[in-house]
Nanobody, 120 residues
Framework: QVQLVESGGGLAQAGGSLRLSCAAS????????MGWYRQPPGKQRELVAA???????SYADSVKGRFTISRDNAKNTVSLQMNSLEPKDTAVYYC??????????????WGQGALVTVSS
């Protein structure tokens, strides 16, 4: 009913930048909060950044000041600008959204994941 498709990611050197984007599609009435999670190799998935429909943002301490989350409500998209990348940022990054469908069903949806690799 609702799908998230991610783009971006790839390989960067330490100190470099990458941008992730995620677009929601389907029978969407409204997207509530959106966010980015990541799962480093051999570790649990963790929240990186989140943004409410009103634009309020929150960040994991490890990325504050380096990553910026933004969204376009009209296009149902969310982006993550990642600057000053560090090798510890290497992970698979997942887009997440809580959506209300046109049938008033609330769903939590995940993207397919995008690999970000930061070399030292």
């Amino acid at each position: 009913q609702v799908q998230l498709v991610e783009s971006g990611g790839g390989l960067a050197q330490a100190g470099g930048s990458l941008r992730l984007s995620c677009a929601a599609s389907g029978s969407i009435f409204r997207i509530e909060h959106m966010g980015w999670y990541r799962q480093p190799p051999g570790k649990q998935r963790e929240l990186v950044a989140a943004i409410s429909s009103a634009g309020f943002t929150s960040y994991a301490d490890s990325v504050k000041g380096r990553f910026t989350i933004s969204r376009d409500n009209a296009k149902n998209t969310v982006s993550l600008q990642m600057n000053s990348l560090e090798p510890k940022d290497t992970a698979v990054y997942y887009c997440n959204a809580r959506a209300i469908t046109e049938r008033w069903i609330e769903l939590e949806v995940w993207g397919q994941g995008a690999l970000v690799t930061v070399s030292s």
